[in-house]
Structures are given as structure tokens and as C-alpha cells.
């Protein structure tokens, strides 16, 4: 019999015109930000999803980091996020001295329970962040209330939600501002990279000049002012013409990759109707596309995950487990206010997510289910 082939978890998919692009970013002799290629890919943005300002930068990191200076974050503002998140969510907020007060995710999804926003509001409060988990939105109809009542900045963590939709707006596109990445992991890449949404037009201005070290440089490039100098504080959050080149030829594949990528997710979905009963599935609302960026199944118990994973590595697939709780952090545990986030933490130890990338052929995600489903069916 053939041996088996490893299937990882992740492998970063090459559209194939990523180095004709590069070559040509190099010989426009432009290799420094904002050139050619950083424009092509901010007005496919700035059209495709109607957003008033994208910015590329060089990580979703750098874009939520633009964000807290942009909401004027300050110390002992208080900033309401998910503990089930990256730690950039809240880094981000924490570089600015602001008091991060964790919030539990729902019951039947690993993003936020909304309905617990509004009791963690006080005069204090000045931000909102919605994680949008596997690219699945969060119901932004009861974010935007809240955020509408207290007077509240909403900066929505896209980092894994390009292309997908909450009631036919693009996700990105309903905060204020909103971070997206472009990580090897995400559905498109260039890399490291990401990119910062600006909807609120009050922030258009002050974006690009936080974006370019604090100055109107930009402003300079377009003619607009004769000389540039310091305006503001910033910091340089723009990527290369390289690295928005290679991204220029991700998005030019975009659709196709969404395409084949869901195909994938469905395969999946399919497969596991058997175990439903076993395992959690992921769960879709009905206001949320699905972007397929995740594949993810929930677990009875930590120990469960963990034979689980251990069970699908002796059969050469690679399935891997996400976030670790941030309140629980070893930074973060002595300045949280001690609730219990109880699904949070279920999440942290039972969810398990499955290879779902552009390499993957339709045997692979067979053998993939196949190995789950019989480790579901075959377990005392
Ligand atoms: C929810 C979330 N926010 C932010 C980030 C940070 O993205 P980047 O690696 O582009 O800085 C990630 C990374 O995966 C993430 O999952």
C-alpha cells in the first residue's frame, strides 16, 4: 500500500503572478510604500467593499495599533473585546494604557455574546471591538446600538473576515474602522500584511498621516502641500511596494480561491453529518456568510481535543487547536476583574480546527473527515 502523504494544516497558496508583479514593482524603481501597487490594491478595496479609506499596512497588528491612536485611546479608557481572541486584539489598546475589559463568547459560536456588551459600559467605556471568529460576523445590528446609545468608537477585528458579509454589508465596512490580515494563515496573503478600513470620515485625514510616521507625506506625493513635515504622532504602518504587489496578485484570484475554499468547507460539512451527534459543529447565523476561512469542530473535553489531535497526527494530518483564553494570559490574569468567562475557556481547551487550504485535493479532505468521523465513531 502507498504510504501516506502528510496533510498539514496550513500551506500558503501561490496564485502564480505574484513574482511578475514583484519584478515589475522593481522596475518602476518604486520599492518603498505607497506606490503603484499599494494604490492598485487600496482602490480595489476602497471599490469592492465601499470602504471610505483603505490603507495597506504590514500587519493586522499594525492596522489595530493604528486604530487605538486614531480612537484616540487613551490611559484609562476602557475598551470592551473578546477574551477568545489574538493577542493583538488587545495589545493593541493595552500600547495605549487603555483597561481592557474581556467579554465571554456565545454559547454556539466562539465570537462574542453581544448580548453581554452593554452591562460591561460605563462613563469609562470609549470602544467597542468585535472579533469577527472565522470570519463569521458578529450580530453588528446589536454592536452598533450599543456603540450608538454610550457613544461608543466600534473597530471591528477583520483579520479573518475579507469577502464575507453580515446582512449583505461587507464585513469591514459597518465599525467605524477595521483591521483585516493577510498572514500566510488567511484566505488571502502577501505574507505578513494587512490593512486598515476607515469608514467614520472624521478619521479619513488623520489615518494617512498616523500611517506615514506622523507626517503629510502623503499629502506631499499627490501635490497637495509643497513640503512635509511632522503633524502628528504615527508610525510606519505602510508595507513595501513588494508586499503590496504580491498581494495585488492574490486579489486578482480572490473569487477563485473563495470558490474553492468553500467547496472545501461544504465537503467537510457533509462528511460530518454522521457525527453531529458527537460533535460541536460550526454554526453559521443566518444574518453571517461564510468565507470559509475555518474549519472547526468543538469538542466534549480537553482530553477528548487532545486524543483527537494525537489520533489524526499518527494518520499524517495536522489539526491544531487556537486561541488560549486572554484573560486567563499569564500578562493578563492579575488585571482581569475576575469573571468567569466559562465559554471562553471551552473554546480555549475543546476547539480543534482541521487543514483547510488551496493545496488540499478532494481526497485529501475525504481522508481528513474520514479519519475524524472514525475516530468519533470508534471511541468508547
Ligand atoms: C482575530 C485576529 N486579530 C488579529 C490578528 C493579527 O494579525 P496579523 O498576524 O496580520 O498581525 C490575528 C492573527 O491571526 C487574529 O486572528
Known amino acids: 500500500m502507498a504510504e501516506l502523504h502528510h496533510i498539514p494544516f496550513n500551506a500558503p497558496y501561490i496564485v502564480g503572478s ?20 499599494t494604490k492598485l490594491c487600496q482602490d480595489l478595496f476602497q471599490e469592492r467593499y465601499q470602504f471610505s479609506k483603505a490603507l495597506l499596512t504590514s500587519s493586522c497588528t499594525d492596522a489595530l495599533e493604528m486604530a487605538s491612536i486614531l480612537a484616540n485611546i487613551e490611559p484609562d479608557d476602557e475598551v470592551i473585546m473578546p477574551s477568545y481572541t489574538f493577542v493583538s486584539t488587545a495589545n493593541a489598546f493595552m500600547l495605549r494604557g487603555a483597561t481592557i475589559r474581556f467579554i465571554d463568547s456565545r454559547p454556539d459560536h466562539p465570537g462574542m455574546d453581544e448580548a453581554a456588551i452593554e452591562e460591561l459600559v460605563n462613563e469609562k ?16 445590528d446589536v454592536v452598533s446600538r450599543v456603540a450608538r446609545d454610550h457613544d461608543l468608537i466600534v473597530i471591528e477585528d477583520a483579520a479573518q473576515a475579507v469577502d464575507s458579509f453580515y446582512k449583505g454589508l461587507p464585513l469591514g ?3 467605524d474602522l477595521a483591521a483585516f490580515s493577510f498572514h500566510e494563515t488567511k484566505n488571502i496573503i ?3 500584511g494587512g490593512l486598515l478600513a476607515v469608514n467614520n470620515s472624521d478619521y479619513v485625514g488623520r489615518a494617512e498621516i498616523i500611517w ?21 504622532i504615527g508610525s510606519s504602518f505602510l508595507p513595501s ?5 504580491f498581494l495585488n496578485a492574490q486579489l486578482e484570484a480572490l473569487d477563485a480561491i473563495q470558490k474553492r475554499r468553500l467547496e472545501i468547507w461544504e465537503r467537510y460539512s457533509k462528511a460530518f453529518a454522521v457525527i453531529s451527534h458527537q460533535v460541536t459543529l460550526p454554526s453559521i447565523p443566518e444574518y453571517a456568510t461564510n468565507n470559509a476561512h475555518m474549519f472547526y469542530l468543538v469538542c466534549e473535553s480537553l482530553e477528548e481535543r487532545s486524543a483527537l489531535i494525537q489520533y489524526l497526527k499518527d494518520v499524517k494530518v495536522n489539526a491544531v487547536f487556537h486561541y488560549q483564553s486572554l484573560h486567563q494570559s499569564p500578562y493578563f490574569a492579575s488585571k482581569h476583574d475576575g469573571r468567569a468567562l466559562p465559554y471562553s475557556d471551552r473554546y480555549t481547551e475543546c476547539l480543534v480546527r482541521l487543514p483547510l487550504h488551496m493545496h ?7 481522508r481528513v473527515a474520514d479519519a475524524v468521523i472514525h475516530f468519533f465513531q470508534h471511541r468508547a
Open 360 to 366: 488540499l485535493s478532494d481526497e485529501d479532505v475525504d
Open 241 to 245: 511596494e513588494i508586499t503590496a504587489a
Open 173 to 175: 465596512r459597518i465599525g
Open 125 to 140: 467605556t470609549k470602544a467597542i471591538i468585535p472579533v469577527h471568529y472565522a470570519g463569521v460576523a458578529c450580530d453588528m
Open 190 to 192: 502577501s505574507g505578513e
Open 212 to 232: 506615514e510616521k506622523g507626517t503629510n507625506r502623503a499629502a506631499f506625493w499627490r501635490g497637495e502641500v509643497d513640503k512635509y513635515g511632522w503633524v502628528d
Open 18 to 37: 505574484e513574482l511578475d508583479n514583484i519584478r515589475d514593482a522593481v522596475d518602476r524603481l518604486k520599492i518603498s510604500g505607497n506606490g503603484h501597487y
